[in-house]
């Protein structure tokens, strides 16, 4: 299994992922913000849920964020 770092979600997929990694309350409360462009994260704009050293980051689904996405996960 390689694409662990990016995957298609479906809206039950999202809340589950989130809440396994224990970030949903974060994400629905506005605490967490896409690694690009900062916007705050929501479960509408959801593009990526990246594990990154212990944390868990997100990008957005703007554009430009998920071409830098695809850049960083070499796609
Ligand atoms: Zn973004």
Do not use: T
Not at 7 to 30: E, M, P
Not at 32 to 46: D, F, G, P, T, W
Request: one cysteine or more.
């Amino acid at each position: 299994m390689k694409n662990n770092e990016l995957k298609a979600f479906n809206d039950d997929d999202i809340v589950k992922l989130l809440k396994s990694l224990q970030v949903y309350d974060d994400v629905i409360s506005g605490n967490k913000n896409c690694i690009y462009c900062n916007e705050k994260m929501s479960l509408i704009n959801i593009d990526a849920i990246l594990p990154i050293d212990h944390r868990v980051e997100f990008s957005c689904s703007d554009s430009e964020c998920h071409n830098k996405l695809l850049v960083r996960v070499g796609g």
